[in-house]
């Protein structure tokens, strides 16, 4: 079994996801990959944050702290890509949790932490 590390950072430019024009950017770095390639469910993850915070930040007028949304979603990130030996599955959990809160009052946002959920499952252990 071949033990990949991942680095992650993030440019985040407006008003933390929180205002018209605001954006949200992951950079991925890896070193040890595997000769499989990047974990698919990874690149997943990152994707469907990454079109979360897109969708945050043109709703952010009816979201409280948008900027919070932001930070759950790299925290979900960073713990994700740990080694499954040293991931934390209740920083997940917590972070999810809030997340889905923050999100709440806007409807639209449903099917994307459904797809989210459905993911996050296969980081957490069985």
């Known amino acids: 079994m071949t033990d990949d590390s991942?680095?992650?950072?993030?440019?985040?430019t407006g008003s933390q996801f929180g205002g018209p024009g605001s954006h949200f950017t992951q950079h991925v770095t890896t070193?040890?990959?595997s000769a499989a390639g990047p974990d698919p469910d990874l690149v997943r993850l990152e994707a469907l944050l990454a079109?979360?915070?897109t969708r945050v930040a043109a709703?952010?007028?009816e979201i409280d702290h948008p900027e919070r949304a932001g930070r759950d979603a790299q925290e979900l990130?960073?713990?994700?890509?740990?080694?499954a030996a040293e991931r934390d599955t209740s920083r997940i959990?917590?972070?999810?949790r809030r997340l889905r809160d923050r999100l709440r009052p806007v409807a639209d946002f449903a099917d994307s932490l459904a797809k989210l959920a459905d993911l996050l499952t296969k980081f957490l252990p069985s």
């Open 6 to 12: 991942y680095t992650y950072s993030g440019t985040f």
């Open 31 to 33: 070193s040890g990959q």
């Open 51 to 53: 079109d979360l915070m």
């Open 59 to 61: 709703r952010s007028d």
């Open 77 to 83: 990130l960073d713990e994700a890509a740990r080694p």
């Open 93 to 96: 959990a917590d972070a999810f």
